[in-house]
């Protein structure tokens, strides 16, 4: 009775908003297994396929396609039972393009001791974050998947997090564009951890900055933008019903432009999105709820956002959506998953009808 009062308490709150989908089965290969092996030298190799369509009928953002796939082998060596190192090759092709789209090479230097992790170099990035759309697009897994920075990890019984710095673009003086890098920190700390029932409260924050001092004249406006997010997040397990577990994840959202000149536009705003999700086995079927004023994210979900990325100067100042998705995500083997969903979006702001659909078949292997 205790978790029910808990659970219709959280329901009850009004300022609540976001969700985030379980990404889980598309994280990197073996994240922590540079932790837990006893091995002097082994491998990973990391394949996400995927295809993904969005139909957006809005000023606010067009639809696209995206079908390709990734492939990430690498190979560690650990020094000692806390310092390693990885080493690889980020292979990213495009279907209907004879190029490679990306070849990027990457390397990790990680210490570990107990509970902390600390990565130099190439990072456990992108949706291993966990951060919620508003604040990280899904779309940014296919387009721009490598980080590379600083990351601290750490894992305890009452709080995990994730802090980084993405150093996306260095600049020389002879550069004619700005530095460019990412902040970021993602938390939980868990309240309530029973077998079937749990509430967790998550912390994100994620600031993007774009300026420099050194690079080639004119100087172009400086950009510091900030989103920050808190809320709840509630799981029930029900093992004997066909309803197998019921989620509930509410976020308040936040825009802040730090700079007198405002970057784009709005100088603050903010968003609110609700969600609850009914799991049987491998099927899940989500409904969201999402409104939002003057909100802007540099990086996070483009159809979400009150600014136009398809017309710059077009804005919408509110924002407001009911979400219906379908889902289907399975471990097909030990090392191999797949994921779909079908997200139906009905805009009341433009009265528009919005489809997304996508498929991912990721493959992970590793030798811990």
Known sequence: M?????LAICLGIGQL???QLNNSLLFNANPDSLISTKKKFGYMVDNLNYMRNTEYRSNIEQGATWAGTQLWPSAFY??????????????????GSNDFRKLIPTYTLTYSKKNIKINFGTLDGSLDHKLIEPLYATENFIDKRIENGLQVKAKFKRLTFDHWVDWEKMIYRTSTSQERFTVGFSGNIKCIDKTNFKLKIPIQVIGRHEGGEIYAQP???LKTQFNFAYGVHITQKMPNSFIDKIDFQGFVVFYEDLISAKADSFIDGNGQYLTLSLHHKYLGLMFNYWDAHQFISPLGEPYYLSKSREYPGDYRQY?????????????????????????????????????????????NIGNK
């Open 219 to 221: 100087h172009l406006p």
């Open 2 to 6: 205790k978790n029910y009062i808990i």
């Open 17 to 19: 908003s976001y969700s």
């Open 78 to 95: 650990r020094y000692n039972k806390a310092l390693s190192f990885r080493a690889g090759l980020f292979i990213q092709k495009d279907f």
């Open 319 to 363: 924002r407001k959506m009911f979400m219906a998705r379908l889902l289907y995500e399975r471990r097909i083997w030990n090392h191999a998953s797949f994921v779909g969903r079908l997200n139906i979006i009905y805009d009341v702001s433009e009265k528009q009808m919005n489809n997304v659909a996508e498929v991912y078949f990721k493959f």
